[in-house]
């Protein structure tokens, strides 16, 4: 199991990658066909903007496939460590139960407006909008995982991690 996770969040990895590549050049040839050609590509920083918007959902299930989400932990120090393993699965729990909540919403949210056309490119909008179930529902995969797993017991998040 662990193994398939760590997998698939390298695979996610690689995939954001050219994603931010994508994005990179595309905003660079954009800028540039502006500034000196006075053009520029029909659909072009929509299509930027797509692709920042499914970074952002899967860079959020990488981020907490490695363990790097944020977290506020103002008096974990006080707990035990039986405590803090337990409060870390408790919260795997919930962040997972939010974000399978999400997908459950996101999906009659889709059907009545995923139809329409994005404005320039008149792509269905659901195409975008799909991001959010994808998104949501790999957190909650990797946090369902983390919980059950609990991947890092002798490693607490902030204490003396990287």
């Known amino acids: 199991m662990k193994r398939l996770a ?3 969040a390298r695979f996610l990895e690689v995939v954001l990658g050219y994603l931010f590549l994508v994005i990179t050049v ?3 040839v954009l800028v540039i066909l502006r500034y000196f050609f006075s ?3 029909v ?3 929509e299509f930027v903007v797509f692709c920042f918007i499914y970074t952002t959902a899967i860079g959020a299930a990488v981020l907490l496939a490695k363990g790097e989400h944020i977290a506020v932990q103002v008096f974990l120090g006080l707990l035990s460590s039986r405590s803090r393993r337990w409060l870390r699965r408790t919260n795997h729990l919930l962040v997972a139960l939010l974000n399978g909540a999400l997908v459950a919403l996101s999906v009659p949210w ?3 407006v995923g139809q329409f056309p994005s404005p320039v490119l008149r792509i269905p909008q659901g195409v975008v909008l799909l991001s959010l179930p994808i998104g949501c ?3 909650a995969l990797y946090a369902l995982w983390m919980a059950i797993a609990d991947p ?3 490693v607490e998040a902030g204490e ?3």
Request: without cysteine; charged residues 5%; proline residues 4%.
């Open 26 to 28: 595309a905003t660079i």
């Open 43 to 45: 659909g072009g920083q």
């Open 160 to 162: 003396g991690g990287a």
């Open 6 to 8: 760590q997998g698939l």
């Open 152 to 154: 890092r017991p002798s």
């Open 137 to 139: 529902g790999l957190v």
């Open 110 to 112: 889709i059907q009545s």
């Open 39 to 41: 053009t520029t590509i």
